[in-house]
């Protein structure tokens, strides 16, 4: 049975490098492949194995980089860890925990479920070409005391109740059994009301490019001629979020002079999900812009005439921006129920008064101030 030993290891080659760890550069060099270089997606790519390490077993596993020596007294590994940030963390020696036996290689002592994510070998120190990614799975075991033999099925190890996968990265999930002779194990998709939706091909959850649409209720099937069990687990999907394209800038807010202008962009392409990290960067930007020459305001009509109705006031003015417009009578500005902002202002013949009126036009440039006395 392949999972005896002292570690159930699942090896999947998932992407295999296409010309090494180094690329050539404009001159027709060689230079190594850097950190910027996964960064903006230059060079080949990485070649990356998925473990899939069962906890049932013994906890310690041992990582080979696959350097290209001549010399192994020479050239040796430094080791990293990724962090939730994407950042890599050095992996130092801890007794107990880490060790370094050769030049190339890297142990893990006392495997638990802290230990699940990503691990990067490099070539030489911080600045050397990253050779080889191992991103190690971390299967659950379950503990029971139940002896398997010719009874029911009994599961030897199952994912976690709730398992986080990273969006767009390849995923297994497993169920196994103890004894796996005769027993039929059979792996399917649940609705949100916990009813199938669909049966996996293989005795496994394989998402290869998994995303928000894959997460939710998956249900393993162990069954025999003695009897059937089931075990449901939650899968969500870590999705971290990223920018859309910027809005059009807005218009200039100032009519006149200086003033600025404005744009967004939405973190949705996609939005964060699952506890994926939000966007990094900006999403709000403001320009400097200028769109005409300011203008004091000056007076293009001024006058009055008495009509049947009543008094007619007239002061009509231009100006960058649009000058304001405010009436006063006798020095005081008319009450609130006067309509005493408008350049055509008429006040019925009730209420015409003979004394001074005035008119003051404004804008931020400047202002002036208009008068002529009426006799009603």
């Not at 005769?182 to 290869?208: C, M, N, S, W």
């Not at 600025?260 to 939005?271: G, L």
Request: aromatic share 12%; charged share 25%; net charge positive.
């Amino acid at each position: 049975m392949f999972w005896e030993g002292a570690l159930v290891l699942l090896l999947i080659n998932h992407a295999v490098a296409q010309g090494g760890p180094f690329d050539t550069n404009a001159d027709g060099g060689i230079r190594p492949w850097m950190k910027t270089d996964i960064d903006n997606k230059k060079g080949p790519k990485v070649p990356e194995d998925h473990v899939i390490a069962n906890l049932n077993e013994k906890k310690k596993i041992t990582f080979e980089c696959p350097i290209a020596i001549e010399d192994a007294s020479t050239v040796f590994a430094t080791w990293y860890r990724l962090t939730k940030s994407g950042a890599m963390s050095d992996l130092m020696y801890e007794e107990g925990k880490y060790d370094f036996l050769t030049f190339t290689s890297f142990t893990i002592e006392n495997l638990n479920s802290k230990d699940e994510g990503t691990y990067i070998c490099r070539e030489g120190d911080q600045y050397g070409p990253i050779i080889k990614k191992f991103s190690l799975i971390i299967m659950e075991a379950l503990e029971t005391t139940e002896t398997p033999g010719n009874g029911p099925p009994v599961w030897l190890y199952v994912p976690k109740r709730i398992v986080r996968a990273n969006s767009k990265q390849l995923f297994i999930a497993r169920c196994a059994v103890a004894e796996p002779e005769g027993v039929k194990i059979t792996v399917y998709r649940l609705r949100d009301d916990k009813e199938i939706l669909k049966q996996f091909k293989d005795p496994a959850v394989v998402l290869h490019r998994p995303d928000v649409d894959d997460a939710g209720y998956y249900k393993c099937v162990a069954e025999n001629s003695q009897g059937r069990i089931e075990y449901q687990f939650e899968v969500t999907i870590r999705v971290n979020g990223r920018y859309g394209k910027w809005e059009a800038w807005g218009p200039c807010d100032k009519e006149c002079g200086l003033g600025f202008k404005t744009r967004n962009r939405q973190c949705d392409s996609p939005a964060p999900s699952g506890g994926g990290r939000d966007c990094t960067g900006e999403s709000f930007q403001r320009l400097s812009c200028r769109s005409r020459s300011c203008q004091k305001p000056f007076l293009k009509k001024f006058g009055f005439e008495i009509t049947k109705e009543g008094l007619h006031l007239s002061c009509k003015a231009s100006g960058i921006p649009t000058p304001s417009v405010q009436w006063y009578f006798n020095g005081r500005r008319f009450p609130m129920s006067y309509d005493a902002q408008n350049p055509e202002f008429k006040i019925p013949k009730p209420k015409a008064r003979s004394g001074s009126y005035s008119c003051r036009i404004r804008n931020h440039v400047g202002f002036m101030t208009m008068y002529i006395t009426i006799k009603v």
